[in-house]
């Protein structure tokens, strides 16, 4: 094992960009408020396993199932711009009454927006860079942080308020679709 702490860094802070999981409080908000709780122990668990899982067999699934990695990009970034207009014109896309109880943790939030298809694609290519181990350690920073941030929604949307809530909620609605059309655009052209 060759543990390297600048290649810790290093990848944390690009998957932490990536995950973004301060950007993606309006949509922890939304859920919670739609939902009745959010499940950060679940969400957590469920977005370390997908990440980890993906991390070891992401190119080997995606190949089994004949999809090429910006396919999957692409995927991801459709969602991610149906989270963004549904927070920003105050639309429900995904009906809440369709999902069982306790999923709305799973999808979408565990899927795709902290374990995402651009996490996905990231760590197949942090994978290239840096060893193994140092990739695993950077994700359970980031779950340590992802948890954090799960745990303490109640106060944050305390903190900013209806109002701070309801502004943040289309600012990051408008981020979320410019996000999902860079990632199609780099991907597709």
Request: proline share 2%; net charge positive.
């Amino acid at each position: 094992m060759h543990f390297n702490l600048k290649e810790i860094i290093s990848s944390s802070l690009i998957l932490f960009s990536v995950i973004d999981i301060l950007g993606s409080i309006p949509i922890i908000i939304d859920l919670r408020k739609k939902n009745g709780s959010i499940h950060a122990e679940q969400a957590t668990l469920v977005s370390g396993a997908i990440m980890i899982g993906f991390f070891f067999a992401g190119k080997f699934i995606l190949h089994l199932l004949g999809v090429d990695t910006n396919s999957f990009a692409v995927a991801g970034a459709l969602i991610i711009f149906l989270i963004g207009l549904e927070m920003t014109l105050g639309r429900n896309i995904f009906k809440a009454e369709e999902m069982q109880e306790g999923t709305h943790s799973i999808v979408p939030l565990a899927f795709p927006v902290i374990a995402g298809a651009g996490t996905m694609t990231t760590l197949i290519s942090l994978k290239s860079q840096f060893e193994e181990e140092n990739i695993i350690i950077s994700i359970l920073i980031n779950l340590i942080f992802i948890y954090l941030v799960l745990r303490t929604s109640v106060w944050i949307e305390k903190k900013l308020g209806n109002v701070g809530t309801q502004i943040l909620r289309k600012v990051f609605g408008v981020i979320l679709i410019a996000i999902a059309i860079k990632i199609i655009k780099t991907r597709l052209f």
